[in-house]
């Protein structure tokens, strides 16, 4: 079971980048899938999720009205478009699979991180 986030990279503030969280031996669409980041010296925290049979969406404030998360089950991949970006949003991007939104245990699958940075 693997899970592989991409789309990372170097983006001028007020820039949009589109992160992917493809997976391989898996169906995401049997999963919630989640997109978390961690910044520098902060603690990793979750910012948006669908859920797995009924595709409702979650965001935290921070990020909402200009991150939207998607799922394109024909592709099995997630995607995370981030729009109106901020210097704050630097961080390294992670998605995760388990069963429901809003829950992380040691089932839970985890890809590797790809690095957002927002900078002039």
């Known amino acids: 079971v693997q899970l592989q986030a991409s789309g990372g990279g170097l983006v001028q503030p007020g820039g949009s980048l589109r992160l992917s969280c493809a997976a391989s031996?898996?169906?995401?669409?049997?999963?919630?899938i989640s997109w978390f980041r961690q910044a520098p010296g902060k603690e990793r925290e979750g910012i948006s999720c669908i859920g797995s049979a009924d595709d409702i969406t979650y965001y935290i404030n921070s990020v909402k009205g200009r991150f939207t998360i998607s799922k394109d089950n024909a592709k099995n991949t997630v995607y995370l478009q981030m729009n109106s970006l901020k210097p704050e949003d630097t961080a390294v991007y992670y998605c995760?699979?388990?069963?429901?939104?809003?829950?992380?245990?040691?089932?839970?699958?985890w890809g590797q991180g790809t690095q957002v940075t927002v900078s002039s």
């Open positions: 995760a699979a388990d069963r429901i939104c809003g829950y992380t245990g040691p089932k839970t699958y």
């Open positions: 031996e898996f169906t995401l669409d049997y999963y919630a």
